[in-house]
């Protein structure tokens, strides 16, 4: 997962940082960083047999967790993020 990691910082980068909407909304490096989770995701759960029926559900925990790790990320107020 660090490759998606280094995705996301990259995003941030370009993005111009941790500049976002409203507290609590996904800026678009996070858009970015939880899209490309969210694809991985899907891919190894359909390759483990699981299919669509978790994927919302680990999506959503992946999500909280990137967003987590990109500072000013959804949920956590700026500058106490941990990339």
Do not use: C, H, R, W
């Amino acid at each position: 997962m660090s490759g998606l990691l280094n995705k996301a910082k990259d995003a941030v980068g370009k993005s111009g940082g941790s500049s976002g909407g409203a507290p609590g909304q996904q800026s678009g490096g996070e858009k970015f960083a939880s899209g490309q989770a969210n694809k991985g995701i899907d891919g190894l759960t359909d390759k483990v047999g699981l299919g669509d029926k978790y994927d919302d559900k680990i999506n959503k925990v992946a999500d909280g967790q990137i967003n987590n790790q990109i500072p000013g990320g959804a949920g956590k107020p700026s500058g106490q993020g941990g990339l």
